[in-house]
């Protein structure tokens, strides 16, 4: 990670356009305080990736939020290139006022330079392969995948560059860690899939009982006691072990797939 921060941090200087990949569903969580800092003076825009798996109000707060400090935000599903579109106009209109400023310089034609960053799993491979439409990078459900930047060539004023997904070196908020683990953008190695399942169950269970209710087929919940609620998914999925004991790290990890597939419906940990 530190490898990355300071080859970004290098690579910056030859850059006009910064486009951030974020989860829709952890905006905050998923932006990296370092690229802030280090892309101040730089066009930003925001990419809202897994839009699909996101609440749709919410999303759309959070593209009110970011158009409140000067910054589109564009919702964005990589794996079907829905929003690429959009986001290829959007860089094409920045590029295209770029342009402009160096025309006036007497430079006729200038290549404008694009960097994506995202923090690792958040999609960004996926989404340069939706922009190129071919599989220009390499994807895997799993973080640190992408090992090197590389240059991407996308209309003839226009480049990009992929770098590899980058971590800030601590992570001093314990939420920023749970949300980030919920989502799988923290190497599973690194977590107790127990402990996060039961803190993903609570926030579901107070924000979004309903789909919990109907993922599950259980009768009504109680927020205050996560564990019964565990216990009636486990009886109910066949989650149990010999002596009728409950398999709670097979039950967890369920919890944590069926959140991070969709399948408990569209869920935004974070609002504006």
Not at 75 to 94: C, R, V
Not at 184 to 199: G, L
Request: proline share 4%.
């Amino acid at each position: 990670m530190a490898k990355t921060k300071k080859q970004i941090i290098e690579d910056l200087k030859l850059i006009d356009i910064v486009v951030e990949i974020l989860d829709a569903r952890i905006p905050l969580s998923s932006k990296n305080p370092d690229v802030e800092q280090y892309s101040k003076n730089k066009k930003k825009i925001v990419v809202l990736n897994k839009s699909d798996l996101a609440d749709e109000n919410v999303t759309k707060q959070w593209v009110q939020y970011f158009e409140k400090r000067e910054i589109t935000a564009i919702p964005m599903q990589s794996n079907i290139a829905k929003g690429t579109e959009k986001l290829i106009n959007e860089i094409k209109k920045q590029a295209q006022e770029i342009s402009e400023k160096y025309k006036e310089k007497g430079r006729i034609r200038y290549t404008t330079k694009v960097m994506v960053v995202g923090i690792p799993n958040v999609g960004k491979s996926t989404f340069i392969n939706s922009l190129t439409k071919r599989k220009t990078a390499k994807v895997e459900n799993r973080p640190g995948v992408t090992q090197k930047k590389q240059w991407i060539k996308l209309g003839d004023n226009i480049e990009l560059m992929d770098t590899p997904g980058m971590l800030w070196p601590k992570i001093g908020d314990e939420n920023v860690g749970m949300h980030l683990a919920f989502t799988n953008n923290i190497s599973k190695n690194a977590v107790d899939n127990e402990e996060i399942a039961y803190y993903l169950l609570k926030y579901l269970l107070e924000n979004y009982p309903n789909n919990i209710i109907k993922r599950y087929d259980i009768d009504e919940v109680n927020p205050e006691n996560i564990i019964e609620t565990m216990e009636k998914i486990a009886l109910k999925k066949g989650c149990i072990m010999a002596g009728k004991r409950i398999d709670t790290e097979k039950v967890s990890n369920m919890i944590l797939n069926d959140f991070q597939t969709g399948k408990i419906g569209r869920i935004s940990i974070e609002k504006p």
